[in-house]
């Protein structure tokens, strides 16, 4: 009976269903490469390889110096996490966190930058120019972009390009001729946000322009003002105009005769001085006693610095019974103060005049004409009227021989004159800056050549 009730029983339990276990939960995991994303202080993209169980989302912790650049989200197995981060400019180290989170799991990876200083280093300290001029290469290593302060600058050499990027660079540094014995010295700046570098610039000493270097052959002096004599000699060879304000070209100056508030020699040089009198600005223009058919003319001139400045060295001949434009001008060196350094020449007559928009003119930057002495020059023939800066050619005018005094009237005796106006229709074509007066024109010789 016993045996019989086992047997019962074991049947029973082989009949009975077995649960079996449930599988435990997998728990997401997520690991960097790095224990911390760093970004280059320079800015730019950063990453690392993370290695996920599952998929996490991805947030930046309150920063604005960097963002994701890829999606935020981690998707299981390995992938690349990538920021753009900006230049740090702070002057100090930075750091953020960016959190991960899948399910109720969170994870966090440190990201830092180092500040950046920006740095720019040039082939040479000091970059050196002959006193004839030329160019010189400086090359340049930068890690960043930087940006000349043109305030620096001086008139007797200039510096291209005005950017240095990123990288290996070359700077090109121009020098104009000296005509001055000493050196010349300059420091230029460079700036990368708050940070500065500076460059010596350097010109070796140049040469006066020798007495008579630009007069062509076949010439002799007949007539010359060196200006080394008082001031009250200068009416033995010149004659002043008595002008009010506004008789030619509206501009704004009374002309003073012979006045040494205006006029005077001093240092070997003529100064022609415009000045505030009362309310008004008074002026000198003077001519020459004598004049001439044809020759060679030429003057070492100093033009003034200021808007509204009209410094000029012309020609007028002494027949203008037919009026202007008709009976001729002749302008060797005009400037306009706006315009600084722009020097320029022009014929005026019946046919080509300003008037009628139709005056020959040669006009070029002529470097350093407001900072020291430059020769303008004038070969006047039957053949030819020609103009000369530092004895380069400026303009030529021929005769065109149609024997029409429309064209060329150009067959009397002219004078010289010089002059500094004030305003007017072209000086003050964009308004007067009377904070630049008094303002000198200096005239170290006039010289009158024949063959």
């Not at 993209?45 to 890829?70: H, I, N, P, R």
Request: glycine share 8%; proline share 5%; hydrophobic share 35%.
């Amino acid at each position: 009976m016993l045996a019989l009730l086992s047997l019962v029983l074991l049947i029973a339990s082989c009949n009975t269903p077995v649960t079996p276990d449930e599988p435990t939960p997998e728990v997401p995991t997520i690991s960097f490469a790095a224990n911390e994303l760093v970004a280059e202080a320079e800015g730019g993209e950063a990453s690392v390889k993370v290695t996920a169980s599952a998929t996490w989302s991805v947030a930046v912790d309150g920063q604005d110096w960097f963002v994701l650049a890829s999606p935020a989200q981690i998707y299981r197995g390995e992938s690349i996490l990538k920021i753009s981060a900006e230049p740090n400019n702070t002057k100090s180290a930075r750091s953020a966190t960016l959190r991960f989170s899948s399910g109720d799991q969170t994870a966090t990876l440190k990201v830092t930058q180092p500040f950046f200083v920006p740095s720019l280093s040039f082939s040479q300290g000091e970059v050196t120019g002959e006193g004839v001029g030329g160019e010189v290469t400086v090359k340049t290593v930068a890690n960043t972009t930087w940006t000349l302060e043109e305030e620096d600058i001086d008139y007797w050499f200039s510096i291209s390009p005005k950017t240095i990027g990123r990288g290996e660079n070359e700077l090109k540094v121009k020098f104009n001729r000296s005509y001055v014995p000493e050196k010349r010295r300059a420091q230029v700046r460079f700036r990368s946000g708050e940070s500065e570098v500076t460059l010596s610039v350097v010109q070796k000493e140049g040469e006066s322009v020798p007495s008579g270097a630009y007069v062509p052959d076949g010439y002799k002096l007949v007539w010359q003002d060196d200006f080394s004599e008082s001031s009250d000699k200068l009416v033995d060879k010149w004659r002043f105009e008595d002008w009010a304000p506004g008789r030619v070209n509206h501009e704004l100056q009374r002309y003073v005769p012979d006045d040494r508030r205006t006029s005077y020699t001093q240092d070997g040089a003529l100064h022609i001085v415009a000045r505030k009198d009362g309310t008004q600005v008074i002026s000198a223009r003077m001519n020459s006693r004598e004049s001439w058919l044809y020759g060679y003319f030429e003057a070492a001139i100093w033009l003034p610095k200021g808007k509204g400045t009209w410094p000029a060295f012309w020609m007028m001949p002494n027949d203008q019974s037919k009026g202007w434009p008709a009976c001729g001008e002749i302008d060797i060196m005009e400037e306009v103060g706006v315009d600084a350094n722009i020097t320029s020449s022009s014929i005026h007559c019946e046919a080509y005049n300003h008037v009628k928009n139709t005056q020959k003119t040669g006009a070029r930057t002529t470097p350093g004409a407001e900072n020291e002495y430059h020769v303008y020059a004038l070969e006047w023939t039957e053949d030819y009227i020609k103009t000369y800066v530092d004895g380069v050619l400026l303009l030529e005018f021929p005769n065109d021989r149609s024997g029409r005094e429309s064209t060329w009237p150009f067959n009397k005796k002219f004078y010289l004159t010089l002059n500094l106006a004030w305003g007017g229709d072209w000086g003050g074509y964009a308004g007067v800056d009377e904070s630049a007066l008094p303002c000198t024109m200096k005239v170290d010789y006039v010289r009158v050549y024949k063959k």
